[in-house]
């Protein structure tokens, strides 16, 4: 097996064949092809790049652009002449499972390493259910697809396993074939942009770092809330619920983000040994602890942008008896010193009355309220790192207004990166394959990040299967079931508003 030395090359165009297990799917379709497209035109590739697509469908080349282009044309409305650039793109149709096919491949692939001076560079990336993922690591590693003069990189979708069993199941058959530090686990909220600036916002200001502990910050609360159901995937999501598809992943990376220690360095071996350590320091929960600190909920009908909707158990392919959560709120705890008495709630579902994914630091009251008038309680200062959908962050603060003699009121600083900035930023699968085809694995979950987060979630969803719960618990269009604010008043705390509606 060959071990890769990370070399993060930032001045030059990376040159690499791109192979896309499952190019005929939605994932390619709706994320893939148009980040690929992106990445050409902010002259992040150049033309020594290739796409091999696989499917079982029996396109042709032709089709297979055909299709590639209808993506970028939902995706990019205003995008330029594609030819060039669809002329990159090559089908080659056949069954994962077969071996005898992988040859074939293989001979492709040098081919288009001839046509497009590329020095056997290979991105692997596996937009397939994941039951095919080892089977595919191991067919490359045997047939000699990544014996190449140059590198081989495995690009791995989520659910990465279902638990931690069956996710060291899933590493040990990649990891016969490919080392850790060619396994890149996508998890695309690290690739977006406000994700990736909270380690900036943290470390880059003089202002934040000294006051970011248990000693000035009361709480900090997570939302990711979204108004969309779960549309045609209700056969993976009653397998998965809130907490394995967006907990176990996405939140806990932001946990992890927010509360790691100051890396040495700016490297990604660094970064995930300090996030390692924050996931390693969070309390678990024994099964019987579970229901004083997490709250599922499922969504019933209800209405959503002025529009009647379906409850979760009248979705297509969903249980009409399902016990699958849509909703999840917890309080995690950190057994360290900087956090230790300071509780990081989380909150995520469906069905919610809008998309919105905030981070809000709340701060210590400050001793004494000298401004307020009497019976008035005190405005504390909050830290929101909005994630989306507007980017940016927002300081809420007292100041004397003018109009009052000697009282404060609150006021709010605010950066928003999309209309201050006047640019996009880049959708988070362009900054990942960027990203991973630069040798950069800084926004990819390592093995034991995975290990971890699933241990931490694997006892909730026990306790969870062992008792049916009371569903549906929250109409749609409402911030979840009662029990999620309860949850924070027991702390003496409430969640701060993130959507215009609450
Ligand atoms: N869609 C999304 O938004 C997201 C998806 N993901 C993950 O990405 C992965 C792909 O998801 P998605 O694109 O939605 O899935 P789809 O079901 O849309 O696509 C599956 C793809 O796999 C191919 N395929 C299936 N079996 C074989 C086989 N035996 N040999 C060759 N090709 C095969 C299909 O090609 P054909 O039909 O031509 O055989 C198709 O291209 C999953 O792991 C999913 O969890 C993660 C985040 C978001
Ligand atoms: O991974 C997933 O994320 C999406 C939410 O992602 P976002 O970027 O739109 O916030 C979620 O809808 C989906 O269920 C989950 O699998």
């Known amino acids: 097996m060959k071990s890769e030395v990370l070399i993060v090359n930032t001045e030059h165009h990376p040159k690499a064949v791109i192979v896309i297990f499952g190019a005929t799917g939605d994932l390619a379709k709706r994320k893939l092809y148009p980040s690929i497209y992106q990445l050409l035109q902010n002259n992040r590739i150049g033309r020594e790049f290739a796409v091999v697509g696989v499917g079982r469908r029996p396109w042709t080349n032709e089709e297979f652009r055909q299709n590639v282009n209808t993506s970028i044309e939902n995706a990019v409305p205003d995008h330029g002449d594609t030819e060039e650039f669809l002329s990159h793109f090559h089908y080659h149709p056949f069954d994962v499972t077969n071996p005898g096919s992988y040859q074939e491949l293989k001979g492709l692939l040098e081919e288009l390493d001839h046509t497009y001076e590329i020095p056997g560079n290979r991105m692997f990336y596996m937009a397939m259910a994941p039951e095919f993922f080892g089977t595919i690591a191991i067919n490359l590693k045997n047939e000699g697809l990544t014996s190449t003069e140059g590198w081989s990189r495995l690009v791995i979708e989520k659910p990465f396993g279902t638990d931690l069993p069956s996710a060291q199941k899933l590493n040990d058959e990649i990891r016969a074939a490919f080392s850790e530090d060619q396994i890149y686990r996508i998890d695309h909220y690290l690739g977006k942009a406000m994700v990736q600036n909270i380690e900036v916002i943290r470390f880059a200001n003089a202002i934040f770092e000294p006051l970011w502990n248990n000693r000035y910050i009361a709480n900090i609360q997570i939302t990711s809330s979204e108004w969309l159901g779960v549309e045609d995937r209700g056969r993976y999501y009653e397998s998965s619920g809130a907490l394995k598809d967006m907990v176990q992943n996405h939140i806990l990376q932001m946990v992890a983000l927010l509360a790691m220690e100051p890396p040495i360095k700016l490297t990604d071996e660094e970064i995930r040994s300090e996030k390692v350590k924050v996931l390693r320091a969070l309390r678990p929960l024994k099964e019987n602890e579970v229901s004083d600190y997490f709250v599922r909920g499922q969504y019933g009908k209800g209405s959503i942008r002025n529009e009647d909707v379906a409850g979760y158990r009248e979705e297509n392919n969903v249980d009409p008896q399902s016990n699958t959560e849509t909703f999840v709120a917890g309080k995690l705890t950190i057994d360290n010193?900087?956090?230790?008495?300071?509780?990081?709630?989380?909150?995520?579902?469906?069905?919610?009355?809008?998309?919105?994914?905030?981070?809000?630091?709340?701060?210590?009251?400050?001793?004494?309220?000298?401004?307020?008038?009497?019976?008035?309680?005190?405005?504390?200062?909050?830290?929101?790192?909005?994630?989306?959908?507007?980017?940016?962050?927002?300081?809420?603060?007292?100041?004397?207004?003018?109009?009052?003699?000697?009282?404060?009121?609150?006021?709010?600083?605010?950066?928003?990166?999309?209309?201050?900035?006047?640019?996009?930023?880049?959708?988070?699968?362009?900054?990942?394959?960027?990203?991973?085809?630069?040798?950069?694995?800084?926004?990819?979950?390592?093995?034991?990040?995975?290990?971890?987060?699933?241990?931490?979630?694997?006892?909730?969803?026990k306790a969870w299967s062992s008792v049916p719960a009371a569903f549906p618990n929250y109409q749609s269009g409402t911030m979840g079931p009662d029990a999620s604010d309860e949850l924070l008043a027991k702390d003496g705390f409430h969640w701060w508003p993130v959507t215009d509606t609450e």
Not at 350 to 362: D, L, Y
Not at 375 to 396: A, F, K, R, W, Y
Not at 398 to 425: F, H, M, Q
């Open 337 to 461: 010193f900087r956090w230790a008495g300071t509780p990081i709630y989380i909150r995520t579902g469906k069905r919610m009355p809008a998309k919105s994914t905030k981070i809000v630091v709340q701060f210590k009251d400050i001793p004494m309220n000298l401004y307020y008038n009497n019976g008035q309680s005190m405005h504390p200062n909050l830290l929101v790192i909005n994630i989306q959908p507007d980017e940016g962050i927002t300081l809420h603060l007292n100041a004397k207004k003018t109009s009052e003699r000697s009282y404060a009121a609150p006021i709010k600083l605010d950066y928003n990166n999309n209309c201050i900035d006047g640019i996009n930023t880049p959708e988070a699968y362009e900054k990942l394959i960027d990203d991973c085809l630069r040798g950069d694995a800084t926004n990819f979950t390592h093995w034991d990040e995975v290990a971890l987060t699933w241990s931490y979630v694997d006892t909730i969803a």
